[in-house]
């Protein structure tokens, strides 16, 4: 067992990302070591109110120290990260209303708009960003994290990826692997989640799709989605420049039939 395995398992338990019995299976992680994680995490007052380990009521807290919405633990994470990742709405309310940081940054580089995607509760992140968070965050180049948009679009989060949209999230930002949230709905076949980015994409008319499909199409999607590349207009973007090499790819394939060919040839401009 190691040190990142603990820590994890403790994370996801606080974030409440396990079951009950799923804890159970892990106590022999969660209780094995030396070490305390929850004296580890150093957490201020406000942060055991939300896990429910201090009596004390939230607002009466905020408002006897009006500092206190915006503490940070030892992972860089204030009291609104963690009601967001916990999916407790009312507490949200509550921290932001006094002044939580709606924007804040943890030190492994989530943002409270991430936590509320990862939770998959959609209220949670409606409630952010009516609140004015950036669902557009700038990454210290030293954190290598996914925007709120790609990890939606990762997790097929339909509703959640149309909701960040209608806020202005950037539908051109690549992840670190250089993945934009299109071909990342691509690559994790999630047809409803393509065809919402593929509508956003083309409705700019802007013409400009990062990073260039064809070749992305060819070596990974399936005949759904060329479907829906061949039924809108996101079809007249592609780059054809490499279109031998792309149609090379698409021959390679360990799934390739005919289907795949013919649904391939139906997406180019002018055929």
Known sequence: MTSRSYDHVWDFSFR???????????????????????????????HNIIFGLSGTRLKDEL??????????????????????????????RILISHGSEVNSMDAAGRTTVLHAVDSHNMEALEILLEAGANP?????????????????????LAAMV????????????????????????MLKHNH????ALAD??????????????????????????MSIVASSSLSQYLDVDDL??????????????????????SMLPNT
């Open 162 to 185: 149309k909701l960040l949209l209608d806020y202005g999230a950037e539908v051109n930002t690549c992840n670190p692997e250089g993945r934009s949230p299109l071909t990342t709905a």
């Open 16 to 46: 409440r990302k396990c079951s009950y019995e799923d804890l159970h299976q892990l106590s022999c992680i969660r209780l094995s070591g030396e070490r305390d994680w929850i004296d580890d995490q150093d957490f201020p007052l406000p």
């Open 136 to 156: 557009n965050p700038q990454m210290p180049g030293r954190l290598a994290r996914s925007s709120p948009l790609t990890s939606a679009s990762f997790g097929g």
């Open 244 to 265: 031998t090499a792309s149609r090379e790819a698409l021959c390679r394939r360990e799934d390739y039939d005919t289907s795949l060919l013919d649904a391939f040839q």
């Open 63 to 92: 408002e006897r120290n009006p500092k206190a919405s915006k503490m940070k633990d030892a992972q860089g994470r204030t009291a609104l990260d963690w009601a967001t990742a916990r999916g407790q709405l009312d507490d949200m």
């Open 200 to 225: 956003w994409n083309t409705n700019m008319a802007t013409g400009h799709v990062q990073p260039p499909l064809l070749s992305e199409i060819a070596k990974h999607a399936d005949v759904d989605t």
């Open 192 to 195: 409803v989640v393509f065809k």
